[in-house]
Nanobody, 121 residues
Framework: QVQLVESGGGLVQPGGSLRLSCAASGNIFSINVMGWYRQAPGKQRELVAVITSGGTTNYADSVKGRFTISRDNAKNTVYLQMNSLKPEDTAVYYC???????????????WGQGTQVTVSS
């Protein structure tokens, strides 16, 4: 049983900052990619940022220069530092991981339950 538990969402004013965290726990053998996606009302889920186990990152154009993704491999945790937030960043943010569990020789997708981020004055 694997769980991804997010924390750190909330309400913030435009221009403000938030830091999201996502901890993976359970019968984990290895984690390849970890990342963040978001889904705004009436829109499809979209990639925000991803990071590999080696530290290679990729960002959506809309967040480049404002958001920073990082991870602590020892803690199976990924972070998303969000600065200069805009109203259009309002969405439910989902943690995602591609990982293998002990005894299973393949990598599968896992998702967190989501955390709401609202940017509003």
């Amino acid at each position: 049983q694997v769980q991804l538990v997010e924390s750190g969402g909330g309400l913030v004013q435009p221009g403000g900052s938030l830091r999201l965290s996502c901890a993976a726990s359970g019968n984990i053998f290895s984690i390849n990619v970890m990342g963040w996606y978001r889904q705004a009302p009436g829109k499809q889920r979209e990639l925000v940022a991803v990071i590999t186990s080696g530290g290679t990152t990729n960002y959506a154009d809309s967040v480049k220069g404002r958001f920073t993704i990082s991870r602590d491999n020892a803690k199976n945790t990924v972070y998303l530092q969000m600065n200069s937030l805009k109203p259009e960043d309002t969405a439910v943010y989902y943690c995602h991981a591609i990982l293998a569990t002990v005894g299973v020789r393949r990598y599968d997708d896992y998702w967190g339950q989501g955390t709401q981020v609202t940017v509003s004055s």
